[in-house]
C-alpha cells in the first residue's frame, strides 16, 4: 500500500518513488484567501479564507488551523494552543470559520499599526486518539493575505430618495463600508427614533461588507430647509458623519384653492358695490341737476310772461 505523505517543502524528497506521486497529489492542496485588504487601526478585520485538501472528508476534531507569518512559520497568529501564539497576537485572532467546512476564515480585533502580515493558513491533520498531527499537513504560503491601515474611518454616504414631498413618507439612507461583519458600525441620527430606522448588511466583494441605516420619515412644513446628519462608529470607537440639506416640496390642498378664490370673489363684490354706489350717487346728482335747470325754466318763463 503507498504511503499518503504531505510535506511543507513541496515534496522535495531523493527517492523517485515519492516525486512521481507530489506533482499529482500537491495540485489537490489550494486554498483562497483574500490577498490585500484595507482594515480600520482599533478596529476589526475578517480574512476570508477557503481550503481544500485530497482524501476523504474529515470532521473538524481531526483537523487543525494555524495561521503564521510567511516564511517564519514559528511566528504564529492564531493557534488553538495560545501558548504558541505571538505576545502582541494574544487575544486578538479567531478562527471564525468550520475546518470541517473547509473554512478557514480568521479574525483579528483590536487592529494595530503593525498588523500587516503576510498571514498565510496552515492545515494540519490530527490522529483520532492521541490528537497530535499527522505528516499530512500543508501551509498555503502562495495564498497569503496583507493588511493596509486606515488611520481615519470612512465617511458615510447619504442616499436621498425622490423629492420629499409634505405630509408623505420619505427615506434617506446611510451606508458605509467596513472589514468587521461580526462588529458592525453603529449608526445614530440626528433626527427620529429606533422605530424609523432600519438597518441591512451585505457583503460587496470578499472581506468587505456594506451597512446601510435606513431612516423613513414624513416631513413637515418646518423641515423645509433643513440638515439631516447621519454618524457612524466604528468598532474600537472611531466615528464618523456626513449631512444633507432637505428640500420638502409642499402639497396642494383644499385650503390653497379656497382661499385665492374666497379672495377674488370677496374683491369683486367689494369692486362692485363700490361701482353700484357710485352710479348711484351720480344719477342722484344727474336727476338733483335736471330738477334745479326745471325749477330755473320755470321762474324765466314766469318772468318773461310777466
Known amino acids: 500500500q503507498i504511503p499518503s505523505v504531505r ?39 475578517v480574512l476570508p479564507c477557503t481550503f481544500t485538501y485530497p482524501g ?14 510567511k516564511d517564519k512559520w514559528n511566528e504564529i497568529f492564531y493557534h488553538e494552543d495560545t501558548t504558541s501564539v505571538l505576545d502582541n497576537f494574544k487575544g486578538r485572532t479567531k478562527m471564525l470559520g468550520n475546518l470541517g467546512q473547509n473554512n478557514c476564515t480568521l479574525e483579528i480585533v483590536q487592529v494595530k499599526n503593525h498588523d500587516i502580515g503576510p498571514f498565510c493558513f496552515r492545515i494540519e491533520f490530527v490522529k483520532k486518539d492521541t490528537n497530535q498531527p499527522t505528516t499530512e499537513k500543508f501551509s498555503f504560503v502562495e495564498e497569503c493575505a496583507e493588511i493596509k491601515m486606515l488611520e481615519e474611518p470612512p465617511q458615510p454616504e447619504l442616499i436621498q430618495s425622490n423629492t420629499a414631498v409634505q405630509g408623505k413618507p420619505y427615506a434617506v439612507t446611510c451606508s458605509v463600508r467596513h472589514t468587521c461583519p461580526s462588529h458592525v458600525p453603529v449608526f445614530t441620527w440626528s433626527r427620529g427614533s429606533e422605530d424609523d430606522i432600519i438597518q441591512i448588511q451585505k457583503p460587496i466583494v470578499s472581506g468587505i461588507w456594506e451597512t446601510q441605516s435606513i431612516m423613513v420619515f414624513i416631513p413637515g412644513e418646518n423641515d423645509d430647509h433643513t440638515e439631516i446628519t447621519c454618524s457612524a462608529t466604528f468598532n474600537g470607537g472611531r466615528r464618523s458623519s456626513t449631512s444633507i440639506k432637505l428640500n420638502v416640496k409642499r402639497t396642494g390642498n383644499i385650503y390653497h384653492l379656497i382661499i385665492p378664490v374666497a379672495v377674488a370673489i370677496g374683491t369683486a363684490v367689494i369692486f362692485g358695490v363700490f361701482c353700484i354706489a357710485v352710479m348711484k350717487k351720480y344719477k342722484n346728482r344727474i336727476a338733483e341737476l335736471q330738477s334745479r335747470e326745471g325749477s330755473m325754466f320755470n321762474r324765466l318763463s314766469r318772468m318773461s310772461r310777466r
Open 7 to 45: 510535506l511543507d517543502d513541496h515534496c522535495k524528497f531523493s527517492t523517485p518513488f515519492v516525486l512521481i506521486l507530489c506533482p499529482t497529489t500537491e495540485e489537490q492542496w489550494k486554498a483562497s484567501v483574500v490577498k490585500s485588504i484595507e482594515a480600520l487601526v482599533d478596529s476589526c478585520v
Open 56 to 69: 476523504s472528508f474529515l470532521s473538524t476534531s481531526r483537523l487543525r488551523g494555524i495561521w503564521h507569518r
